[in-house]
């Protein structure tokens, strides 16, 4: 029977909540995957040896979330760092030295069946079947699956301890002929031989010896051979190699798990949004996702247990940095005993142009370093010079200018931030086109819907100026889909009522590829024309479908259904002239601006949070006494 310590249990499990607390305080936003991480470790950490397989924990999340710095500051407060490997896996290249898990984890000495933490990391790019559902031909780091399997490496090698032997055997047959011819034996003389660095080094591998190669060295040649020959005979060199102490962590970034990725260039969305629709991401996403990389095998070997990083909300970015402000103040006055005071413009002017939401903490930082201590260090020669010993910084919005307060002296440096310069150098005619744009959108969406978008901007940080209406989740059906195209529609169609049809703008390109996506769903996928039931999307030949057929019907369902968002927004023409004008006077509208003229125009619409799922009220509807809803319905 196992005996356990429970003394020893309870330092550890001690040493877990000393171990949590300090990654809370060192990470922003992410408390729950840090107390999911824990309490999935806690056996392993506490008592590994009751595991009977390695414990498998997934980390998935979009660039900059932490997944990374998140298990190496875990390795450092559970102080393991000796026994601690990352590791990056490649399906390309041909068979060489450390091309098997097996032997890069050799290389680290963890074959000795003790406790140790693995982070296999940005496992997307291990991917083993094409855009096309292929296999892809691999020959490296094919062991990965084994490990995943049940924690067994198998020993393809045995080769070290047969050439050991061979060698020895050889060694003793020439001894023994020169003693039969009576010759003298010079290395008998000498005593008996020991072992070399290199044969200890390689023996202690092959037997998984629990012994420092340094002790091995006084092992002769004799008590060696023993050795082996009694691992041989109770098969021991023959047993897989147990990792079932292995912590396996695996880390990536699943672009097909949370599709608002692709917009990381975006510093103009707000941080809000984009968190509650990553918070929406599920497992069945997540292994949907894997699906697309990996054989459905391998996708098992994952196991259940996957933590999905959201991303950061904008009190998480302020935040940070409030953390990365006061850094700079205190390293500061550390090396030069000058206090930093700096106010609420700085934080504000870092924000906006160092926040990404897409792409976590890595450009917020760079921008600190940009905006804040590039400017710090000419000030600090300013402030060594006149003796003072406080800096007082204040960013005017109004005038562009970083001003500093130094003793007595102020001094103003003209500053705009990078992505601000972006958003200013948009011009008045192409916002104007914009926000009636996008103010198309937004007048359809809340007719429709009734619901104020989530966000409205005309002013956006982009080379070529461009805006965006960021509408909530909806859920899809025959009539939400229609309606969906004519909100993609509405942009276009707005410019033509405001500017005239020869002025309408090429901004409607993207437009108008969405809705045609969703009208070639609504006829070919989802069977909602009744003039075509079968499926037209299938790829596999022996089912595939002449798309042809369904492209006219596709066609009239698009020119009606621009005829009705031009009715639609005729309708509304006085609530989009005043809406395109409030947008292009600011930039950007918040929704209690956006409800506010929506209110004034008669329109009902509703501010919902940014996880709202817009679905009709199934449940209420079940509930009714049975009433036949024919097409018409």
């Known amino acids: 029977m196992l005996q356990l310590d429970k003394s020893h249990i309870q330092a550890r499990k001690a040493e877990l909540d000393v171990a949590k607390r300090a990654l809370k305080q060192h990470f922003v936003g992410i408390d729950k995957i840090i107390d999911e991480l824990m309490d999935c470790i806690q056996v392993w950490y506490l008592m590994p040896e009751l595991l009977k397989r390695p414990v498998i924990i997934n980390l998935w999340g979009m660039t900059g979330v932490g997944k990374t710095d998140l298990v190496r500051q875990l390795v450092k407060h559970l102080h393991f760092q000796d026994r601690f490997a990352e590791v990056e896996l490649s399906n390309t290249g041909i068979t060489s030295w450390g091309s098997s898990v097996s032997a890069v984890l050799d290389d680290y000495g963890f074959h000795n069946r003790k406790p140790c933490i693995v982070l296999f990391d940005e496992i997307q790019r291990f991917n083993t079947i094409d855009s096309k559902g292929e296999s892809l031909g691999q020959t490296k780091f094919m062991d990965f699956w084994e490990l995943l399997s049940d924690g067994y490496l198998s020993k393809k090698e045995k080769d070290d301890l047969d050439s050991f032997l061979y060698e020895y055997y050889q060694r003793e047959r020439n001894a023994q002929r020169r003693r039969n011819k009576g010759e003298k034996d010079e290395e008998e003389d000498s005593g008996p031989s020991y072992i070399s660095m290199w044969d200890a080094i390689n023996l202690k591998k092959s037997l998984n010896l629990d012994m420092d190669v340094g002790d091995m060295l006084d092992i002769t040649e004799e008590e060696m051979v023993n050795m082996i020959l009694a691992a041989k005979r109770k098969k021991v060199i023959y047993e897989p190699i147990n990792h079932t102490q292995t912590l396996i962590l695996i880390s990536g970034n699943l672009d097909d798990a949370f599709q608002m990725a692709h917009q990381a260039a975006e510093a103009d969305v707000d941080a809000d949004i984009f968190h509650a629709f990553t918070t929406k991401v599920t497992l069945m996403d997540i292994k949907d996702a894997l699906l697309r990389k990996f054989r459905p095998e391998q996708v098992a070997r994952f196991g259940n247990i996957h933590l999905v990083y959201p991303s950061l909300r904008k009190q998480d970015f302020n935040t940070l940095i409030a953390r990365e402000v006061e850094r700079v103040q205190t390293d500061t006055e550390q090396r030069t005993g000058i206090r930093l005071v700096t106010d609420a413009s700085i934080n504000r002017l870092i924000y906006r142009n160092g926040v990404f939401p897409v792409q976590g903490v890595r450009p917020l930082f760079s921008s600190v370093t940009d905006i804040l201590e590039v400017n710090l260090s000419r000030l600090l020669l300013q402030a060594l010079t006149d003796d003072a010993d406080e800096i007082h910084l204040h960013y005017d919005e109004a005038q562009q200018k970083i001003m500093a307060r130094l003793g007595d002296n102020t001094l103003e440096y003209p500053y705009v931030g990078r992505i601000d310069k972006i958003r200013q150098d948009n011009t008045l ?105 079968a499926t037209y999307t299938i790829e596999d030949y022996p089912h595939r479908m002449n798309t042809a057929v369904t492209d006219m019907d596709v066609e009239k369902m698009m020119m009606r259904l621009v005829s009705e968002t031009k009715e639609l927004l005729g309708q509304y023409a006085h609530f989009l002239h005043a809406l395109s004008n409030a947008l292009a006077d600011a930039g950007k509208l918040e929704t209690q601006d956006v409800a506010a003229i929506a209110q004034q125009h008669e329109v009902q619409a509703e501010i919902k949070p940014e996880g709202h799922l817009h679905i009709a009220d199934y449940d209420v509807q079940l509930r009714k006494p049975l009433v036949w809803r024919g097409r018409s319905s």
């Open 429 to 533: 005619a192409a916002v104007a086109n914009i926000s009636a744009h996008e103010a198309g959108h937004a007048v359809v969406y809340m007719v429709l819907f009734g619901l104020i978008p989530l966000q409205l901007q005309s002013k956006v940080a982009s080379s070529y100026a461009s805006g965006f209406t960021f509408p909530h989740q909806l859920h899809r059906t025959r009539r939400s889909l229609l309606d969906m195209i004519k909100v993609y529609l509405a942009g276009g169609v707005a410019e033509e009522l405001l500017f005239g049809y020869q002025e309408a703008s090429t901004g409607r390109e993207n437009d108008r590829e969405r809705a045609t996506e969703l009208a070639m769903d609504y006829v070919r996928r989802y069977g909602f024309d009744d003039e075509f039931q």
